[in-house]
């Protein structure tokens, strides 16, 4: 047989077997793949029986029993095993014909399948073995799920419940993830994708602290993760979340390290939850704590202060009292005592009012009534009210207004007095030489608003730097001996901001040592329209009364101008008895408009009985007269009017003028009862002095500690009541530079105003130590026990609260001075 050069060409590069065989099956052709996987060479195979060729048991037995049908044209395929199933060899066997279409041999081409049937063979094996543990896993499957498995394949199995697994992952509640010990998210559940605003929690898969969070966070996570994963301990820790929006949330994190079979640590789980909310509530608890307790503090501190301030006021009242009663007195002595009552029943009702309406604004109970008003008016009243105060102390008074401040603003007229008043008295208190000015400048405008700052400047004492702060606290004062020397309790400044606040504004202060002090407000004002329906009355047309006295109509035109509802137009015939019913009633009136026409009585005369009937209410007087000369206007006020109109007055004109001089006529009322506040002249001679008695060797000897002149009266007058020798110091040091042991007592005040009473019988006891002991006895304003133990260790022997009457003096005299008294007895 002849073999083409093609087809030796193509046996040549084939990848298959190629053999080609006589039929009587000698090898014709051998290609290179035939050789190297028979291990015969072409040389040495040619001319051989193939079935004899090697160890092919199979093909050998499938080529025999099918040579007929191969012959007859078919093409057989077999797989066979060469050497031993070193082989498995997939065969096509075909006839191989002649030119003339007869058989002249076999071709035999074959693929090398050894791998692929090793490998079926292998999974044949592993599914055989499987199907055994299937039949587990189909339970272990339904236990874990709960569910009946019916399908049959291993991978449905696996797939079941590796979806009920994840379903449970993706479902656990709060935040719960796993990473590489590279910090590289592998996982998370539902939550955390959402919170991370993922679309799937694949979606997590690679990413980093970077990736998902701010540096800040990022960096906390880390350091916590790390130390997880480096000691391989579990954790739980609140950890804190900066998110990018700026907001900052609280999760409370339990972490675990990850491991592989042999206990390596391979990463971390965690899982999260959102605590912001409980974290918020127990500031908010503590917040609300620390605020109670405060308040609480604040409250003790409050009665304790207030105590202390109310006790010398009324140690005054009561103690002038009893000296009132207890000696036969000369009148001008009386009256002198009297005065002194009446200055301490000031200073209290002051310290009352203040106290009243500090509480007021701690409970939010201060409201604004906001009413048509002049600024420029206002100022410029207040400035007359306290001008006396200023000419008293030499100082200059002065007012100054920018060009662009308006005039008409809507305002809480009472409390920008009061304002005005606290800062103007307090700089005129605090000031001994130059001036203080008031400065009202506009920093904006427009057409509704004005926001102005006024500003209260003087040449004073100062407020050191570092007390700038403190005192807008209530009952602060830059030194406590303010208080003794100065006058006030210290809640002028708390009450001034508050108000200001109130009004939305803002209080603020400068100052300098011995140079003097600025305070400045900046308050925005509603401005006054001129088609505003307001009337300048309107503030007071519900509280205040009127009783209008007027023989002709024009009575009634008044009333309807004013107020309607709350005034009465009455006869001159029927004006005093009205007036004496209203009192009667209880219910006065607060103004009578009188006019100068009256048919039956003299307005004049009518004024003289209204003012005399009555010294502890007094309406104020108004009079409507035809020609407003000087003279009249001077004559109608000598007899009592406070305000004098000329008519005839326009409504708008009448309302402006009442409303200016109702307000003046009250703060006049209330500038009475502010200027026997105010403190007594300081500094100079002591008054007391001259009150001590004579020297006598049997008296005892007492050394009165005390600055307050009538507290120091009423005490001096005690001792000399018991017979005591006084001498009297003012202020700590005229103590220190009397105490000696030669007094048989001292009482010591310890809120004196240059050294405090702690420091002075400090000193006194470090000077006589291991001498005589003075008994020193303490007088205070301040009740608390933890005041008394303070005094005690510091060396007083004995604590009297004030206000201290005789009866508690002589005790006390009786149990320090026994051995004396007892002396004198006998002498
Ligand atoms: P007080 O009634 O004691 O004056 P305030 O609250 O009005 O209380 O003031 C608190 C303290 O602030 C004063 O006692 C004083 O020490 C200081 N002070 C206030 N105004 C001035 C001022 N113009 N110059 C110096 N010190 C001032």
Redesign the pocket.
Known sequence: MEISNDFAIWSQYSQEIIILLSLDYKILAFNPVAEKIYGWHKQKAIGKNFLNLGAQHQLSAAFLERTKEILAGETVRVKAELYEQQYTLEWTVARKLNVDNSPVGFLLVAQDVTRLYKLEQALKKSEESVYGTSQELIEFTELVTGQEIREKSLIEYAKNIYSYLEGIIAAVPGFVYWMNREGIYLGCNDNMATLYNLKSRKDIIGKTYEDLYNKKTGDGYRKIDTQVMFTGKPITIAETLYALDGTICVYLSSKVALRDKFGNVIGLLGNSIDITAQKQNEQFLKEAKERAEAANLAKSEFLSVISHEFRIPLTGILGMAQLIQMQNLKPEKQKEYVQHISTAGAHLLNLINDTLDFAKLEANKFELALAPMDLHALIEEIFTMLRPLAKAKALELLIHFEPDVPHLIWGDKRVLRQIII?LLG??I??TEMGNVSIRVECIEQTSDFATLVISVI?T????PEEKQGM?FDHF????AS??RR?????????ITKQLVELMSGTISVT?QIAKG?T?RCVIKFALQKEASAQTPWMAYESTVRILIVDDTPRGNVIQRQLSPSNSQVISSNEAFSTLLASYQLSDPYDIVIIDQRLENIDPCELARLILQHDELYQPMLVILIDNGSVNTKNFVKAAGFFECLTKPIQPFALQVALTAAWENWIEQREMRSLSACMPLSHGGTNPMTALNNNDSTHKLKVLLVEDDEIVKIVHNNYLQELDCFVDIASNGKEALEKLNSTYDLVFLDMGLPDIHGIDVIKEFRKRTRGKKQTPVVSLTGYGAESSKQEFMSAGVDDVMVKPVFLEQLEKIIQKYCKEKLQVSEEC
Request: net charge negative; proline share 0%; charged share 10%.
């Open positions: 606290n307090n700089a208190k605090f003087d004073g004492i100062g407020i005192i602060s004062q830059v030194d303010h208080s100065y006058g006030g309790a210290g809640l002028g400044l708390t100052s002090s305070f």
